[in-house]
């Protein structure tokens, strides 16, 4: 029955998420989980990684429901302002930053600057792009070399928890899954930035499930106007050939108890349950979790001390069960499409059809810049996968609009914390964007 499929594809979700954000790694690589997390979020992400380094950076913040109170009442009635915040259609309240100059420069202005949006993955905030030194990290390169630079918190981070009328610890706050992510965040991000920016047309840069949602989002038109191209980095939008053993093994050891068991709308990897999860895998025939983060992600080349370091401080995040539930099914169903309901019934009164539509990534426009770029050693965005992208799904667009870089040693979290990736990645990714502002 359904029940039985949905509950063994959330276990499979559970451990994929984790997979592709490496938490397990690190949740049992410190002391207390959490801790300094919460010691990271006081702080906040300009004050924590970039004014420290001399970066002048913007926090556009909602995180609760009293911010929301007072931009409504106090702001917006008594003042006849407008809040600097992200609010979506379905009334969540997302965090972005803002640096609108290199480092300790003159030039702190980010007018005619053009806009780039760094959009992180799974179980990752932004501070993915801050985790290494100003010389290493994209969100810092991409300041120092003359952008204006934005970068998004998903609902359900730490900086993104506000609600217009819901609290984080609301059952209904978690009802969501990735398609809500293509269809109401990353609209809301795109717009405040293009309207905060003068109007001008926005660079995205995203990686793994920040991928995903710029594939769903643009396949239905959203925001191509808006944007001058796409940068993703470890693909996603085929699952079916995930490579990851712990991923792999997930569904078949827990199978039907698992939603049961885990009882969770909200999913914390930091939290018991999940590591009782981790745990409990780990200990099955064939599978080693020595070193977790390559059975997770693959085996990273190019990672050092103080990258895990910065990582442990704020990461892993939070995010809904239903989304790991969805990324479960694309793995079975080998399709990318919205979230299953598990009958014929709740589908066609979620879509008006028994089953969920599909997402057609050949519809994103064939004259739309894309840059792509994928690793021999990733588990989670695997070769065959971004192959059937590139091959299948993106065939017909225009040659000189899509660039295709191909690694072989790296994996999945090289993309975002190698200490090399500013010559391999990002220095070609930087010269696709210049290609595009001609």
Request: a negative charge; one cysteine or more.
């Amino acid at each position: 029955m359904s029940g039985g499929r949905s509950r063994s594809s959330a276990v499979a979700s559970l451990t994929i998420l984790l997979c592709m954000g490496a938490a397990a790694v690190l949740a049992a690589a410190r002391p207390t989980p959490g801790a300094s997390r919460a010691a990271a979020a006081a702080n906040g992400t300009c004050q924590s990684r970039l004014e420290p380094f001399g970066y002048k950076c913007e926090e556009h913040t909602g995180t609760d429901q009293e911010l929301q109170l007072y931009c409504t009442v106090y702001v917006e009635r008594l003042l006849t302002g407008k809040c600097a915040q992200v609010t979506t259609a379905d009334g969540y309240i997302l965090s972005l930053q803002r640096i609108p100059g290199g480092r300790g420069g003159s030039d702190q202005s980010p007018v005619g600057k053009i806009p780039v949006l760094l959009q992180h993955g799974l179980l990752m905030d932004g501070v993915t792009w801050l985790v290494n030194s100003p010389s290493e990290s994209l969100g810092y390169i991409l300041a120092d070399g003359g952008y204006d630079v934005w970068i998004a918190n998903s609902r359900g981070t730490v900086y993104s928890r506000g609600h217009t009328t819901l609290s984080s610890t609301d059952p209904a706050y978690w009802d969501w899954s990735w398609d809500e992510l293509a269809g109401d965040d990353l609209p809301a991000v795109v717009q405040y930035v293009y309207a905060q920016s003068g109007q001008q047309r926005v660079h995205y840069v995203g990686h793994s499930l920040g991928t995903l949602i710029a594939f769903a989002a643009l396949s239905e038109g959203q925001q191509v106007g808006m944007l001058r191209s796409a940068a993703l980095l470890s693909p996603i939008a085929y699952l079916d050939e995930v490579s990851s053993p712990l991923a792999r093994a997930a569904a078949d050891v827990f199978l039907g108890e698992a939603l049961y068991w885990l009882g969770l709308n909200e999913f914390d990897p930091t939290g018991e349950t999940v590591h009782k999860l981790v745990t409990d895998v780990c200990s099955q025939p064939g599978i080693n979790c020595y070193n977790l983060m390559s059975v997770f992600t693959g085996d990273n080349c190019c990672l050092d001390n103080s990258s895990v370091r910065v990582f442990l401080a704020h990461e892993p995040q939070a995010s809904a069960a239903k989304n790991m539930v969805h990324l479960a099914q694309m793995i079975r169903g080998g399709t990318i499409a919205k979230y299953d309901y598990g009958n014929a019934a709740d589908n066609t009164k979620h879509y008006g059809q028994a089953t969920p539509p599909a997402y057609d990534v050949s519809a994103i426009p064939d004259d739309f810049p894309l840059f792509l770029s994928y690793g021999g050693r990733d588990s989670l965005s695997d070769v065959q996968d971004v192959d059937h992208l590139i091959h299948d799904a993106l065939k017909s667009h225009d040659g000189d609009k899509l660039t295709v870089q191909y690694l072989d040693d790296y994996a999945h979290a090289d993309f975002v914390m190698a200490g090399n990736a500013k010559d391999r990645v990002y220095a070609p990714l930087m010269a696709f964007f210049k290609l595009q502002e001609k």
